[in-house]
């Protein structure tokens, strides 16, 4: 039996007429994720939460090769994110309408073992992070120009806070291209706290907030979300907000 839980709270947010997130937390299987939809009127609330269906049958179809050795977490993350990408560009082909949605996704999966690992997979900007003693460590990075930008030390990061093109994603599902997802893992202490959000979380609040909140929390997953959620809601809530805390049991 998994001993990490997860919380979660999606918000429309203050400005935005729909909400075009969707999370989902599945305890008995380590498993959690948060998608942020984009493209047209219905397109991103279409593709997250067709994202977020998906993943949820092919896990647990699927779980026991995992569970047997038969294949790896990384493996395992892979594949569901592969039949995520299909499932969004097959509806798409179907409904000429939601041509061109697609949605960002990051997932969590902790094989439980004597030794746990946090194994990330994520496509876009939603985001994971690690608090561990205070301190609050990123565990993706952004597929964005922006970061394209950073890493050739095209921009610093104060300009690219503000620059015009700091939300245009380099790769999401329902993209035509290949999909390849980017993956992490890393060891997981008892007291550890794990975040997955959206960026509606990350452009109302800095890293260092995130933090604050998270140290705040006093290692509990619920408070922790509540917090987070209620304070970018108070910094202005420009767009749907969603958070999964995830905490040892």
């Given at each position: 039996?998994?001993s990490?839980?997860?919380?979660?709270?999606?918000e429309?947010?203050?400005?935005?007429?729909?909400?075009?997130?969707?999370?989902?937390?599945?305890?008995?299987?380590?498993?959690?994720a948060?998608?942020d939809?984009m493209?047209?009127?219905?397109?991103?609330?279409?593709?997250?939460?067709?994202?977020?269906?998906?993943i949820?049958?092919h896990a647990?179809?699927?779980?026991?090769t995992?569970r047997?050795?038969?294949?790896?977490?990384?493996?395992?993350?892979?594949?569901?994110?592969?039949?995520?990408h299909?499932?969004i560009?097959?509806?798409?082909?179907?409904?000429?309408?939601?041509?061109?949605?697609?949605?960002?996704?990051?997932?969590?999966?902790?094989h439980?073992?004597d030794?746990?690992?946090?194994?990330?997979?994520?496509?876009?900007?939603?985001?994971a992070?690690?608090?561990?003693?205070?301190?609050?460590?990123?565990?993706?990075?952004?597929?964005?120009?922006?970061?394209?930008y950073?890493?050739?030390?095209?921009?610093?990061?104060?300009?690219?806070?503000?620059h015009p093109?700091?939300?245009?994603?380099?790769?999401?599902?329902?993209?035509?291209?290949?999909?390849?997802?980017?993956?992490?893992?890393?060891?997981?202490?008892?007291?550890?706290?794990l975040?997955?959000?959206?960026?509606?979380?990350?452009?109302m609040?800095?890293?260092?907030?995130?933090?604050?909140?998270?140290?705040?929390?006093?290692?509990?997953?619920?408070?922790?979300?509540?917090?987070?959620?209620?304070?970018?809601?108070?910094?202005?809530?420009?767009?749907?907000?969603?958070?999964v805390?995830?905490?040892h049991?």
């Amino acid at each position: 039996m998994n001993s990490w839980v997860g919380i979660g709270r999606s918000e429309i947010g203050l400005v935005r007429a729909t909400n075009q997130d969707a999370f989902i937390t599945i305890d008995p299987l380590g498993l959690w994720a948060v998608a942020d939809g984009m493209g047209g009127h219905a397109g991103g609330e279409v593709a997250a939460q067709l994202a977020i269906a998906s993943i949820k049958a092919h896990a647990e179809l699927s779980i026991d090769t995992l569970r047997q050795g038969q294949t790896t977490s990384p493996q395992f993350l892979t594949e569901l994110i592969v039949q995520a990408h299909l499932a969004i560009l097959g509806r798409a082909q179907l409904e000429p309408a939601l041509k061109g949605m697609g949605t960002t996704l990051v997932m969590l999966l902790i094989h439980s073992s004597d030794t746990p690992e946090a194994h990330v997979a994520h496509v876009g900007d939603s985001r994971a992070y690690r608090f561990r003693s205070g301190a609050l460590t990123l565990l993706t990075r952004d597929h964005t120009l922006i970061e394209k930008y950073l890493a050739r030390g095209i921009l610093t990061e104060k300009t690219a806070r503000t620059h015009p093109e700091r939300h245009v994603l380099t790769k999401a599902l329902g993209m035509s291209a290949p999909m390849s997802p980017s993956l992490s893992s890393s060891p997981l202490e008892k007291e550890d706290l794990l975040l997955l959000c959206s960026d509606g979380l990350t452009k109302m609040l800095e890293d260092d907030d995130i933090r604050d909140i998270m140290r705040d929390a006093k290692g509990d997953p619920i408070r922790a979300c509540d917090h987070l959620i209620d304070a970018s809601l108070e910094r202005g809530g420009t767009d749907n907000v969603t958070v999964v805390v995830i905490g040892h049991t």
